[in-house]
C-alpha cells in the first residue's frame, strides 16, 4: 500500500474540517476553535511544499551573509558562509538550521549593541538583523498552500475551565457569609488573563454579578503591572475616583487548593465596542472617539498623590516626584532585568529595539501619569452611546501621556480626523501633546508586546500551555508588531514622528491576519469582555 503523503493527509483534514464538521458545529466557541486548527494545519501543510522550503533556505543564505558581516565588523574570523543541506532538505531541518542561525545572530546583535564605539556599522548590521527576522515572518505569511490558500477566519478559543468554582465558592463565603454561586462562565477573549463572570446568590435571598480575573497557570509576563496582584491594587486604587472602573473586592493571592491567584471586582453594564486587530475596521461613531478623548483626559489629569499607597506598596515612593525622562529610563531597565531573570525565545529584533529605545529616550520633565497601556475599543465598555467602563488595566503604568495617545492613533483616525481629536483631548484637560514622544512611545509598546508574546511563544513550545491561539504570534502578531517597530523608527533619533504621519493602515496589515485573532461577535461580549492582548 502507497503511504499516503503528508501534504494529501493534511489537505484532507482540512476539506473534512471546512466542509463536514464545521457547518454542523453549533457552538460559537468550538466553531472558532475548528477554524483555528484549520488555519494551523494549512500552515503545517505550506511547511510541505516546495515555495516554503525554498524561502526558508533564501533567508538562511541571507542570515549567514550577515553574519559573515557581523564578524568583520566585529573583527571575528571570518569564515564561508554555508548552510550545509541539501536542496532537498525537509523544512524541519531548515527550521532548525534557522533556529540556530538566529541564536548565533542575536549573540552578534547584543556584541554589538554593548560596544562602546560609535561605529556606524554597527548600527546598519543591528537594523539589519531586526529585518532579516521579519522577513521570514512577512515573507512566510504571503506565501499560499494548494489547494486550500491561507483564508483568514474569525478564531477564538476558550481554554479548559480550570477548577475553580468550587474554590470560589468557599471562599466568598468565607468573607461574605453563606451564598451559592450559580452561575459560572468563562468569557472568550484576551491572552494574558482568564476572566469569568460569576453570579452569587446570598442567604438574604439578593443576587450579585461578579467578574473573576484570574492569572493563567503559567502566566506570559510576571513583570510589573502585569502581576495580577498589582492590577488589583491599582483598581482600587483608582476605584476611590470617579474614574469609570470595576471595583476590586476580594483578592486571593498564592492560595491553597487553586492553580493560581485571582481576584473579583464589580460588573460593569456595556459591551464591548470592537476587538484590537480589526476596531479600526468597525463602524462606529465620532462621538464615542470624543468620549474617549475626554476619558484619556481624565486619566492623564488624575494626580499621582492618589496613587501614594501603591506606590508605598511596591516601593516605589520615588514615583511621586519622577520626570517621564527618568521613568522611561527605570522601565527600560525593568524590562531589561526581566528578560535577563526568566527564559524567552532568541530575538535579534528585541535585541535591537531595546538598544534603539535606550538611544533614543526624549529629554522630558514632566512628571508622569497614569497610563492604561492598552488603551483602545477593545477595552472600552459601552451601552445606549455613552462610555460605562475601561477594562484590563494589566499594561497600567506611569510614564507619557503619549503613549496612550501614540497607541490608539490608528484606531481614531479610522473614524475621525486625528488632530480633532487631540483638540477634544486638550480642551478636557489632558497634557499638551509633546510630538517628540510619540515615535519613543510607539516602539516601547511595541516592545512591551512582543516580549509579553514570544514569553506566550515560548510557553507554547515547552508545552507549559496548549491554547492553539498563541500560533498566532508566528503568523499574526509578530510580524505585524515587528513591522510598526521598524517602520516608525526609521526616520531617526533627531527626528520627532507627527501623528498625521503615522499611517493607520499599518497598524495590522491585512496579510497578516487580522480577521483571523480578534473579531467580535456581541453575543460573546456583553458585559465586562475581554479582548486584550494579554
Not at 516608525?488 to 497598524?507: F, H, K, L
Request: some cysteine; overall charge negative; proline content about 6%.
Amino acid at each position: 500500500m502507497k503511504i499516503n503523503p503528508t501534504d494529501q493527509c493534511l489537505s484532507l483534514i482540512l476539506h473534512t474540517l471546512d466542509v463536514t464538521v464545521l457547518p454542523e458545529v453549533t457552538s460559537a466557541s468550538a466553531r472558532r476553535t475548528i477554524e483555528l486548527i484549520s488555519a494551523t494545519l494549512g500552515e503545517l501543510l505550506k511547511r510541505q511544499q516546495e515555495p516554503a522550503r525554498n524561502f526558508i533556505a533564501q533567508c538562511i543564505k541571507d542570515g549567514l551573509e550577515l553574519e559573515v558581516d557581523f564578524h568583520r565588523v566585529l573583527n571575528y574570523p571570518v569564515t564561508t558562509a554555508q548552510s550545509g543541506l541539501t536542496d532537498n532538505a525537509p523544512f524541519e531541518a531548515l527550521a532548525n538550521q534557522y533556529d540556530l542561525l538566529t541564536e548565533r545572530l542575536n549573540k552578534l546583535c547584543v556584541q554589538a549593541s554593548a560596544s562602546t564605539s560609535k561605529n556606524s556599522s554597527y548600527t546598519g548590521l543591528l537594523r539589519r538583523a531586526a529585518e532579516w527576522e521579519m522577513g521570514y515572518l512577512t515573507g512566510q505569511a504571503k506565501l499560499t498552500a494548494r489547494p486550500f490558500g491561507d483564508e483568514s477566519s474569525e478564531t477564538e478559543s476558550l481554554t479548559p475551565l480550570p477548577p475553580l468554582r468550587d474554590f470560589l465558592e468557599e471562599f466568598l463565603t468565607e468573607r461574605h457569609g453563606p451564598l451559592e454561586v450559580t452561575d459560572f462562565s468563562e468569557i472568550p477573549g484576551g491572552f494574558g488573563k482568564e476572566t469569568y463572570f460569576c453570579t452569587v446568590k446570598h442567604a438574604t435571598g439578593s443576587i450579585e454579578e461578579l467578574v473573576v480575573r484570574k492569572s493563567q497557570p503559567v502566566p506570559m509576563v510576571l513583570h510589573g503591572g502585569f502581576l495580577l496582584e498589582r492590577e488589583f491594587h491599582l483598581l482600587r486604587a483608582l476605584s476611590q475616583t470617579d474614574y469609570p472602573v470595576p471595583r476590586p473586592i476580594d483578592l486571593a493571592l498564592d492560595l491553597p487548593g487553586v492553580e493560581s491567584t485571582f481576584f473579583t471586582m464589580t460588573r460593569i453594564p456595556g459591551k464591548v465596542l470592537g476587538s484590537f486587530l480589526d476596531g479600526e475596521n468597525q463602524k462606529l461613531p465620532e462621538p464615542l472617539f470624543r468620549q474617549l478623548a475626554e476619558l484619556l483626559a481624565k486619566l492623564h489629569a488624575i494626580p499621582l498623590e492618589t496613587f501614594a499607597d501603591y506606590f508605598a506598596m511596591h516601593n516605589e515612593s520615588a514615583a511621586l516626584n519622577e520626570t517621564i525622562e527618568a521613568r522611561h529610563r527605570r522601565n527600560l531597565k525593568g524590562w531589561r532585568e526581566y528578560m535577563e531573570r526568566g527564559e524567552h525565545l532568541p530575538s535579534p529584533y528585541i535585541t535591537w529595539l531595546f538598544h534603539w529605545l535606550e538611544n533614543h529616550i526624549p529629554a522630558d520633565s514632566r512628571l508622569s501619569v497614569l497610563t492604561h497601556g492598552d488603551f483602545s475599543v477593545h477595552n472600552i465598555l459601552a451601552e445606549n452611546g455613552q462610555v460605562t467602563g475601561v477594562l484590563d488595566w494589566e499594561c497600567a503604568d506611569f510614564g507619557a501621556p503619549e503613549q496612550d495617545l501614540a497607541y490608539i492613533r490608528p484606531h481614531v483616525s479610522k473614524h475621525m480626523d486625528w488632530e480633532i481629536f487631540v483638540a477634544h483631548y486638550c480642551a478636557s484637560g489632558g497634557q499638551e501633546v509633546d510630538e517628540r514622544n510619540m515615535r519613543f512611545c510607539l516602539a516601547y509598546g511595541v516592545l512591551r508586546t512582543f516580549i509579553g508574546g514570544t514569553r506566550g511563544s515560548w510557553n507554547l513550545q515547552k508545552g507549559f500551555n496548549r491554547d492553539i491561539r498563541y500560533v498566532m504570534m508566528e503568523l499574526g502578531f509578530a510580524p505585524a508588531f515587528m513591522k510598526i517597530g521598524l517602520d516608525y523608527t526609521a526616520a531617526g533619533a533627531s527626528q520627532s514622528i507627527r501623528v498625521s504621519e503615522i499611517p493607520p493602515e499599518d497598524v495590522v496589515p491585512a496579510e497578516y491576519g487580522a480577521s483571523m485573532i480578534g473579531k467580535v461577535e456581541e453575543t460573546d461580549k456583553l458585559g465586562q469582555g475581554q479582548s486584550s492582548l494579554f
